[in-house]
């Protein structure tokens, strides 16, 4: 996923890493799918400004097909070029203000602590 090509309101989808468990008893398993929604995207721009994506929203499903809505985010932030691009355009040609920063990318395998927003009776 990348600030390239995602926009606010997209679902993206992740999975559940471990099986979550209540008393002993798996209630949501390994593997099943998280749901979230794109909340906010910015592209990178010139001057060297990064892209930035926020994804929050975040829903899965137990063992019995109960929607269960989970609280967390995932922000990230691409690489920032701003401080070359000034630079280079002070000093040496205005046309360096024309690079742009990277965009921000969520790699396959990326991970992140989400909980529970209320009790769900499952």
Do not use: C, H
Not at 52 to 69: A, L, M, Q, R, Y
Not at 86 to 100: H, W, Y
Not at 103 to 117: D, E, K, M, P, R
Request: aromatic content about 8%; cysteine-free; hydrophobic content about 40%.
């Amino acid at each position: 996923m990348s600030s390239s090509n995602l926009k606010s309101g997209d679902s993206v989808y992740f999975n559940v890493v471990n099986n979550v468990l209540n008393n002993g008893t798996v209630v949501i398993a390994q593997g099943t799918p998280v749901v979230g929604i794109v909340k906010r995207v910015t592209k990178k721009r010139w001057l060297g400004v990064p892209g930035k994506v926020e994804i929050g929203d975040f829903s899965t499903k137990t063992i019995n097909d109960v929607t269960v809505p989970l609280n967390g985010a995932v922000n990230e932030k691409g690489k920032s070029n701003k401080t070359i691009s000034i630079t280079l355009t002070l000093l040496l040609l205005p046309l360096f203000f024309l690079f742009t920063g990277k965009n921000a990318v969520i790699n396959q395998g990326y991970q992140t602590t989400l909980f529970t927003t209320a009790n769900t009776n499952i």
